[in-house]
């Protein structure tokens, strides 16, 4: 039974997605505010959170900060009114994976969470099985899409599912363009301009985690995608 970590401010959705939740076979804890919710986290080590943005005390930008401070792999989902949707790319720059713009149905809610456990649930069995496939050179750094690291010099970065999935495909795409429709498509579900703003976060990142080694460039190839060289 999968573990699921709701904070929500929000009294009466709470309760309602909980509830839903519970009757679909997961296993619920509920906060209502990011501190308790921060609280939660750290005492019962939930399989996947759940969170509002904007919450009392602490709200869903710092929690998750404090969330990946600890644990890098564990997948967040963000709750967020529709004047907010513009802060999802923040929090997918602090390490959230997934959002959900208010209001939902509970059916879109569960296919969300059941994707992202699947997800790292084959990444961690893929880790555990130590593939040696799964180590890419890049440069001077080593990516291991299992473990999702990238290392260099004895030093290691931790990257987030979204971050490792894009490495992934520029890595085996090496000297060719990757389409951006295409991962929009594969890991966001559909290319919608947002969608896309949010997945430049993730190349912005990925060319930092790359800067120490010059020759390594990530090179976006105007109105079709990106291209991994080096």
Do not use: C
Request: charged share 30%; hydrophobic share 40%.
């Amino acid at each position: 039974m999968s573990k699921v970590l709701l904070i929500e401010d929000e009294w009466q959705l709470g309760q309602i997605v909980k509830d839903s939740l519970e009757m679909r076979g997961f296993e619920m804890l509920y906060a209502a505010d990011g501190k308790e919710g921060l609280r939660l986290f750290q005492e019962h080590k939930p399989d996947v959170v759940v969170l509002d943005i904007m919450m009392p005390h602490m709200d869903g930008f710092t929690v998750t900060t404090e969330i990946r401070r600890q644990d890098k792999t564990t997948p967040i989902i963000f709750l967020t009114a529709k004047s907010q949707t513009n802060d999802v790319v923040k929090g997918f720059e602090l390490g959230g994976n997934d959002y959900l713009k208010k209001p939902f149905s509970m059916d879109e809610l569960i296919v969300r969470i059941k994707a992202l456990l699947q997800r790292f649930k084959e990444v961690e069995a893929a880790s555990v099985s130590g593939a040696a496939a799964d180590v890419i050179q890049i440069g001077q750094y080593m990516f291991n899409y299992t473990k999702q690291t990238l290392t260099r010099n004895n030093n290691t970065e931790f990257l987030s599912h979204r971050e490792a999935e894009i490495l992934r495909r520029l890595s085996e795409n090496l000297n060719q363009v990757m389409e951006r429709k295409t991962v929009l498509l594969d890991l966001w579900g559909d290319d919608s301009f947002f969608n896309a703003r949010s997945m430049d976060v993730f190349i912005t990142k990925l060319r930092r985690y790359l800067k120490d080694d010059p020759r390594v460039q990530i090179v976006n190839i105007r109105g079709v995608g990106y291209k991994l060289i080096f």
